[in-house]
């Protein structure tokens, strides 16, 4: 198989990746062949999977540009994944000039091309880091150059909760982040769920088994399981709802029905 330049040496590229195969359901064209077939045997059970993604931008992008018209000038963003087209950083910086960005991600794919895309813009970073390790991302000197926990700063656990398992202690990770940001913070969140998928949920297991065969698991979690990432927040209206419900720019009737699969929410620390 042929490497293209800008897949890092140190990657196997025979081995799929989640943020890649994010990438190919965008239209995007950093990923490959093994990413683009484990995609499209996920969409023989949800063919909708490019529809929820989208989704799931859209909502990320109209929080971006709530929480800059509150006031917030700090993103950090955990779990990123490749910068396509209309990313944090682009978004938060067009609503508010110098905001800054911190992206971090494991996935050395992610981390090579948002340094690529991000070269020479002085006040958004990337730094390769776990979400399950929280101390080590706050630690992290990128992020400390960045970030100051000390003014509010709005957390983006967009589309990457569902691929923490329980035993990773998700929520202790996303309490230990809360704690660590002033009051007045963000918490932009998605989550996939069974609940909204316009198919019966052994169908759409199907799909949630090829990301178990690509030793990625995706965790499917009630409305009730995901709220209770918000704990310690208040949360914004309109709450936690489906991502097209989400304080929306066009009218939620007109999105495809497999828009509302999973939720969407922002939480404000006090």
């Known amino acids: 198989m042929e490497r293209p330049a800008w897949a890092p040496r140190s990657i ?8 890649r195969i994010y990438d190919y359901y965008l239209g995007g064209s950093h990923n490959f062949e093994v990413d683009r077939e484990a995609a499209r045997k996920a969409m023989e059970f949800l063919p909708g999977l490019p529809k929820i993604m989208q989704a799931n931008r859209a909502f990320m992008r109209r929080a971006v540009r709530f929480a800059a018209a509150e006031g917030i000038t700090q993103f950090l963003d955990i779990g990123s994944g490749i910068p396509t087209f209309g990313n944090v950083h682009e978004v938060a910086q067009e609503a508010s000039p110098g905001a800054h960005v911190m992206y971090v991600d494991h996935d050395p794919v992610a981390v090579a091309h948002s340094q690529a895309v991000l070269a020479g813009n002085a006040t958004a970073g990337v730094v390769a880091a776990d979400l399950r390790k929280p101390q080590e991302i706050l630690a992290s000197a990128e992020v400390q150059r960045l970030i100051d926990v000390n003014r509010p ?20 990770a996303v309490a230990q982040l809360r704690d660590a940001l002033a009051p007045g913070s963000l918490l932009i969140l998605t989550h996939a769920s069974y609940e909204g998928i316009p198919l019966p949920p052994e169908r759409a297991e199907g799909a949630v088994d090829v990301y178990k065969d690509i030793r990625n698991p995706l965790i ?4 009730e399981e995901i709220a209770r990432f918000f704990e310690g927040y208040d949360m914004v209206e309109p709450g936690l709802v489906p991502m097209p419900d989400w304080r929306p720019d ?3 009737e007109d999105e495809d029905p497999y828009s509302f699969s999973g939720f969407a929410g922002v939480g404000r620390t006090a």
């Open 12 to 19: 196997d590229i025979s081995v799929p990746s989640v943020s």
């Open 153 to 172: 700063v709005a957390l983006l656990l967009v589309a990457i909760l569902h691929f923490v398992e329980d035993a990773d202690d998700p929520y202790g």
């Open 220 to 223: 499917m979690r009630s409305r």
């Open 250 to 252: 066009t009218a939620p």
